[in-house]
């Protein structure tokens, strides 16, 4: 049934904000240098590695670390980085990563591959053998503010609790945050 809904949803989705997400990458691309998206390796179902699309909000010369590692994010952010973020227009490009299977729109949120603090937590638990999703109880509840350990009990919660029903809830509260801007740290 999840299965199911991600992709209706995502073929949805796709289509009725194609126009958007057209806008999105012409503005990312007219304001800075470099391609339209950025192709994120994050870790999957199992630990195993895929590419994930997003719009870029930040200059090509980032280093690939998280944004909560480095001294000063900010400083890297494009013209519009912020404001992608604020509302979550760089995740639109995701919806691909749904259709394909590699995520769900519910799961815990998909580290990046060089995370290994979270990712040997998140195994320790068993949680890496659900497949990730856009967003996630642990995003609902603090997203960019929560420490990793905090973040793994969240995402343990999720694994012990999975129901569609569940999955509604965080999507609805995934919308009340995203028009709230809510818990955007960079």
Known sequence: MKRIFDLTMAGFLLCFLSVL???????????????????????????????????????????????????????????????????????????????KGDISFVGPRPALYNQDDLIELRTSKGIDKIIPGITGWAQVNGRDELPIPIKVEFDEYYLKNRSFLFDMKILVRTFKKVVRMENVTH
């Open 21 to 99: 997400i057209l806008v999105v990458a012409l503005i990312v691309k007219l304001t800075s240098k470099g391609p339209a998206l950025y192709w994120s390796d994050r870790v999957g179902i199992n630990n195993g590695i895929f590419r994930m699309p997003k719009f870029r909000t930040m200059r090509i010369d980032t280093p690939a670390v998280a944004t909560h590692l480095m001294k000063n994010p900010d400083r890297y952010l494009t013209s519009i980085g912020s404001f992608l973020r604020k509302f979550s227009l760089d995740e639109l490009p995701q919806l691909y990563s749904v259709l």
